[in-house]
């Protein structure tokens, strides 16, 4: 019995041993290089910080009114954010790297897709930002363009903008990743038919007080005619 | 300049004055402002070598016919056609005709190759205009060594509110002029300055198309031209669509004034304070129909502002200014409203320093400016609503006080920095001995 267990054992331990022997000294090294990344991660980033200005940069993404979409305030720096995606980019880098050190067929396979994955990655990226830049526009133009025109609920009116632009980038960006593009697709679809469904019956249901109303502004508008005089502004 | 228009300057050869009218669908009015002129020029300026210049942009309703019509044998008329282009079609300006920035060009390029002393352009649209208003347009550039005239008129104290609580208080802070009337669209110019118009590239942008006015009166103000007013009356003209668009109203005249406080930043950096304009003409009191403001729909359109687009609003304003904003909407009674000179200033120079930063939604915030100013109309009526013109006036000079006053504020926001430097208005370009009351 004892001597069973003592055969189970040693077969675990020269099996974990073994896998040691084959495995340690890419992990060692595998650390070591991501140390080393790690470290080139920082210089670069403490470098970025210190020698791009980046005062064009700042500038133009103020004028562009892209600071305002990052931030509220529309307080961006660029100096940060180049150096920030440098840091990650070499960190990244170095995970890639130690990971292929191990040379097994997981490890091969999974720097393989993210190596293939990362310009599809980037694009989808883009796309999503470029969405959300686009609908933070449009929601605020409809939104103020809404509550100028006194229609009802302005800010409603800006979300379902919003909404619909950025669910139109969704599929997109989901589309380049090739990440369930038909489920996203059907939500848009389900989204926007209930939107149009949602509006055809507020406007169906009232359409009759809508116009009762109208017709009562025109025919007071017509008894009086002292609004016209607020109108001359210049 | 159009084939026609050459052809014509070819056989002038030369005039002393050219009056323009750019006209479009105005044939209510055009007859009567063309009479005007001829007997203004024939009783004023008979030693003069005249001609009117009617630049039409294309008007369907027979304006052209009208100006024949009204057209008396002695005195030159000349009638052009401006061609509309596609942009001035579908962006109609909502102060001005369309293209009247265009007319205005092929206007001083005739008068410029015909070598005239001065130019005057009046609106198509005027009911009141008088032959005397030539001799006070006109005088001053001819007899006084002016450069640019500007209108003065009579006006309701509900009348001309955009004018009254942005653009005269803004371009009399920023370049030291107290020109009453910036945007008045009745001028007379010399030839140095139509001359000065002509060199200048930025006849096909935004600012020319649409703020023609005060592109003009700016850069007459701004580049140290001699300008002065003068006292033309009533200024009674064809009712303006009501139904006008206000927010785009708005977002036309204030895109033209910080477009161009960008360009002329160095100039107004180091003026300070103002000097009065001289003011010619006989002032006299007209009866003014009496306008009717309603109160309620302003205080309502600037409290569901506060509520609805204080997101917009945060793009533009300091935090301070836009808290003020929200208590002010959440405060008591109608009758207690009160938006301050200093909250009003403060205001307008954030946005305008917004507008010179956010190009690509530069229109989208400049409209949201529209339940703030309806809140400055309401607040300034509750004030005015017992109080006579001159008092009214007095008012108004408080208001470009405190927008002088706070131009170091400006200053801090727009350039990033506290003013270091100061210098009065300039002297103007043109010297004369003395001014001389027409």
């Known amino acids: 019995m004892i001597k069973t267990l003592e055969q189970l054992l040693e077969g675990v331990v020269s099996g974990i041993l073994a896998h040691l022997n084959s495995l340690l000294p890419p992990l060692i090294v595998a650390v070591f290089l991501f140390a080393v990344f790690l470290m080139a991660a920082v210089a670069v980033r403490w470098v970025l910080t210190k020698v791009v200005k980046g005062a064009g940069l700042d500038r133009f993404l103020k004028e562009a009114g892209l600071s305002n979409m990052l931030a509220d305030r529309g307080d961006v720096h660029t100096t940060p954010l180049v150096a920030g995606a440098a840091f990650w980019l070499i960190l990244l880098a170095g995970a890639l790297v130690g990971l292929s050190l191990f040379n097994t067929q997981l490890t091969s396979r999974m720097v393989e897709s993210v190596v293939f994955l990362l310009p599809r990655l980037v694009t989808a990226g883009l796309i999503l930002l470029a969405g959300v830049w686009l609908a933070q526009l449009l929601s605020r133009s409809v939104l103020v363009w809404a509550h100028n025109e006194c229609v009802p609920a302005p800010r409603r009116w800006a979300v379902v903008a919003k909404v619909i632009v950025v669910m139109v980038a969704v599929v997109a960006a989901s589309e380049i990743l090739d990440f369930a593009p038909h489920v996203f697709f059907a939500a848009f679809v389900i989204l926007a038919s209930g939107m149009v469904l949602a509006a055809s019956l507020a406007i169906g249901l009232g359409g009759r007080d809508a116009v009762r109303q109208y017709l009562d502004a025109r025919a007071s508008e017509r008894e009086s005619q002292e609004e016209k005089s607020l109108w001359n502004h210049l | ?438």
């Not at chain 2, 750019?22 to 005249?50: D, E, M």
């Not at chain 2, 060594?145 to 802070?173: E, M, Q, W």
């Not at chain 2, 960008?262 to 306008?291: K, N």
């Not at chain 2, 930063?357 to 309806?374: Q, V």
Request: overall charge neutral; some cysteine.
């Open chain 2, 1 to 438: 300049m159009p084939a026609e228009a050459r052809a014509a300057v070819d056989h002038l050869r030369r005039a002393d004055i050219v009056v323009g009218i750019p006209s479009y669908n105005n044939s209510k009015t055009i007859g009567h402002v063309v009479q005007a002129a001829q007997a203004g020029l024939a009783k004023y300026f008979p030693g003069f070598n005249s001609i009117i210049v009617n630049s039409d942009g294309g008007s369907k309703d027979g304006t052209p016919e009208v100006v024949t019509s009204a057209h008396l044998q002695d005195a030159q008329l000349l009638m052009l056609h401006t061609p509309l282009k596609p942009v001035h079609r579908l962006s109609f300006p909502y102060h001005g005709i369309p293209g009247k920035g265009s007319a205005f060009r092929m206007i001083f390029q005739m008068a410029s190759m015909l070598d005239a002393k001065a130019c005057v352009v009046v609106d198509s649209d005027l009911r009141s205009i008088t032959p005397e208003w030539f001799d006070l347009l006109i005088r001053p550039v001819v007899d006084g060594g002016f450069d640019f005239v500007a209108p003065y008129y009579h006006r309701h104290k509900y009348d001309g509110t955009i004018t009254n609580s942005i653009v005269y208080p803004l371009t009399r802070c920023l370049y030291g002029q107290r020109l009453r009337q910036p945007i008045g669209g009745d001028f007379g110019v010399s030839r140095a300055l139509f001359n000065r118009y002509l060199e200048r590239d930025d006849w096909e942008t935004d600012v020319a198309r649409f703020g023609i006015d005060i592109w003009m009166t700016t850069i007459a103000v701004a580049e140290g031209f001699k300008v002065c007013q003068s006292f033309l009356g009533a200024k009674l003209h064809d009712a303006k669509d009501p139904g006008a668009d206000l927010s785009a109203m708005l977002q036309q005249v204030t895109s033209s004034v910080f477009l161009l406080m960008r360009e002329y930043q160095e100039t107004w950096r180091i003026r300070t304070g103002s000097e009065p304009a001289p003011l010619f003409g006989f002032r006299y009191d007209v009866g003014l129909d009496p306008v009717n403001v309603n109160l309620t729909r302003m205080l309502d359109a600037f409290r569901n502002g506060a509520a609805d687009l204080s997101g917009v609003w945060k793009l533009c304003l300091r935090p301070d200014t836009l808290s003020a904003i929200t208590a002010l909407a959440r405060s008591g009674r109608p009758d207690d409203f009160h938006l301050d000179d200093e909250l009003w200033v403060r205001i307008i120079y954030e946005f305008a320093c917004s507008a010179k930063s956010n190009r690509l939604e530069r229109a989208t915030l400049l409209k949201s400016i529209t339940p703030l100013y309806l809140g400055r109309v309401a607040s300034f009526v509750i004030e005015t609503a017992n109080l006579g013109a001159a008092e009214v006036e007095g008012r108004i000079e408080n208001l470009c006080l405190a927008f002088e006053r706070m131009k170091p504020y400006l200053i801090e926001i727009w350039f990033g920095q506290p003013v270091t430097q100061t210098a009065p208005p300039p002297p103007a370009r043109t010297e004369l001995a003395e001014r001389q009351e027409v």
